[in-house]
């Protein structure tokens, strides 16, 4: 079964860096987008990017274009994100969620997620 | 941008009845090419991530109860959950992906 698999809780102090990791299993890792989506405590859903696994390609919200970086590591099916100059409204849950796939085209709804990780930025 | 408005807020509906929830977005999210409409829904617990009920705007990921429809086309759009139950307590987003990817704000709906 597909499982998407997040890496742990984290604080950071302000100015710092965070990398968090997203290990998937059950499906195969070069076929799909991989996207991440980040919730503020008590907030909504905010897109911040994707990327392909199969290329390394990525394309990223406006807000997030200068601090923010994807990569992958398809010897072992997983993708990370890391998110620089952290500021304290950065404290949130982050998500990575698999795009659904048709016919090697991604598009952008998602059908699984992972578990989340938060992010808490704090001095 | 394209920006993702729901209503209501918050939806109290009694055990049993229809609930409705409304998603209007700026611009539409219709693809004439397919007419496809780039549009779906999700339900969050407390403590857990989305996850997908609707797409294509209204059809319904595998799994899901025939209780969730979606429907609408363009910029308007609804969620319909024909027979309330317990479990349907949480909050629900509309999401477009035709341009970019953008979140309704949510909407939570609880048992009245």
């Known amino acids: 079964q597909v499982q998407l698999v997040q890496s742990g809780a984290e604080v950071k102090k302000p100015g710092a860096s965070v990398k968090v990791s997203c290990k998937t299993s059950?499906?195969?890792?070069?076929?799909?987008?991989m996207h991440w989506v980040r919730q503020a405590p008590g907030q909504g859903l905010e897109w911040m990017g994707w990327?392909?696994?199969?290329?390394?390609?990525?394309n990223f919200a406006q807000k997030f274009q200068v601090r923010v970086t994807m990569t992958r590591d398809t010897s072992i099916s997983t993708v990370n994100m890391e998110l620089s100059s952290l500021i304290s409204d950065d404290t949130a849950i982050y998500y990575c969620?698999?795009?659904?796939?048709?016919?090697?085209?991604?598009?952008?709804?998602?059908?699984?997620w992972g578990q989340g990780t938060l992010v808490t930025v704090s001095s | 941008d394209i920006v993702m408005t729901q209503s209501p807020d918050s939806l109290d509906v009694s055990l049993g009845e229809r609930a409705t929830i409304n998603c209007k977005s700026s611009q539409s999210v219709l693809y004439s090419s397919n007419n496809k409409n780039y549009l779906a829904w999700y339900q969050q617990k407390p403590g857990q991530p989305p996850k997908l009920l609707i797409y294509?705007?209204?059809t319904r990921e595998s799994g899901v109860p025939d209780r969730f429809s979606g429907s609408g086309s363009g910029t308007d759009f609804t969620l319909t959950i024909s027979s309330l139950q317990a479990e349907d307590v949480a909050v629900y987003y509309c999401q477009q992906y035709y341009s970019s990817h953008t979140f309704g704000q949510g909407t939570r709906l609880e048992i009245k």
């Open positions: 990327i392909n696994p199969d290329t390394g390609g990525t």
């Open positions: 969620a698999r795009a659904h796939s048709i016919g090697g085209y991604s598009y952008g709804y998602y059908d699984y």
């Open positions: 294509w705007a209204s």
């Open positions: 059950g499906y195969t890792f070069t076929g799909y987008y």
